[in-house]
T-cell receptor
Framework: DGGITQSPKYLFRKEGQNVTLSCEQN?????MYWYRQDPGQGLRLIYY???????QKGDIAEGYSVSREKKESFPLTVTSAQKNPTAFYLC????????????????FGDGTRLSIL | AQSVTQLGSHVSVSEGALVLLRCNYS??????LFWYVQYPNQGLQLLLK??????LVKGINGFEAEFKKSETSFHLTKPSAHMSDAAEYFC??????????????FGKGTTLSVSS
């Protein structure tokens, strides 16, 4: 079955440590996204990528970094500069092509819950 | 700029009662609108989408939503709630290219509780 796989499901970060969250999709989607979810705040966009080797900052990119070396993969690194990393992180993908507006829905992985040790 | 407001962070209904979850949007262009459901510790699942074809949209699990341009609303309804409907629901509007590329703009979510 096609879908999005996020790993690990739970992750713990020590002070000053960088951690990387994995996101892999086999839906042949061009666009991929990372969202952060905090209770009562909905989903906030961290980074998105519409094509391999290209990505853009979302609303809350500070303290995070991404890469898009392969169409199937869009890993997110939470750096030590992110002072409040505890949250639920969701990866999504879509068939959206660059254009004035997005018409296609996004497909989501099951998330990674990150906590501070 | 695109934005979504979900009225009511928490809605409680009895099993068999009508479910109504409210969503109002702001859009500088004709919008595309989506409703998603999230169960605890899981990702989001698409319930339904409005892409200008029909104003009444039917989705999965018996849910439907009506697009009302005059009220800038896209409320989600279900005639009879089931215990398995208890979850968090998100309304989303499509972003424009100069706002966030191809991303969606999400509301803050509404938690639905269903009692027996």
């Amino acid at each position: 079955d096609g879908g999005i796989t996020q790993s690990p499901k739970y992750l713990f970060r020590k002070e000053g440590q960088n951690v990387t969250l994995s996101c892999e999709q086999n839906l042949n989607h061009d666009a991929m996204y990372w969202y952060r979810q905090d209770p009562g705040q909905g989903l906030r966009l961290i980074y998105y990528s519409q094509i391999v080797n290209d990505f853009q900052k979302g609303d809350i990119a500070e303290g995070y970094s991404v890469s898009r070396e392969k169409k199937e993969s869009f890993p997110l690194t939470v750096t030590s500069a992110q002072k409040n990393p505890t949250a639920f992180y969701l990866c999504a993908s879509s068939t959206a092509k660059p254009g004035p507006i997005m018409r296609q829905p996004q497909h989501f992985g099951d998330g990674t819950r990150l906590s501070i040790l | 700029a695109q934005s979504v407001t979900q009225l009511g962070s928490h809605v409680s209904v009895s099993e068999g009662a009508l479910v109504l979850l409210r969503c109002n949007y702001s859009s500088s262009v004709p919008p595309y609108l989506f409703w998603y459901v999230q169960y605890p510790n899981q990702g989001l699942q698409l319930l339904l989408k409005y892409t200008s074809a029909a104003t009444l949209v039917k989705g999965i699990n018996g849910f439907e939503a009506e697009f009302k341009k005059s009220e800038t609303s896209f409320h989600l309804t279900k005639p009879s709630a089931h215990m398995s409907d208890a979850a968090e629901y998100f309304c989303a509007v499509s972003a424009t290219a100069n706002q966030a590329g191809t991303a969606l703009i999400f509301g803050k979510g509404t938690t639905l509780s269903v009692s027996s």
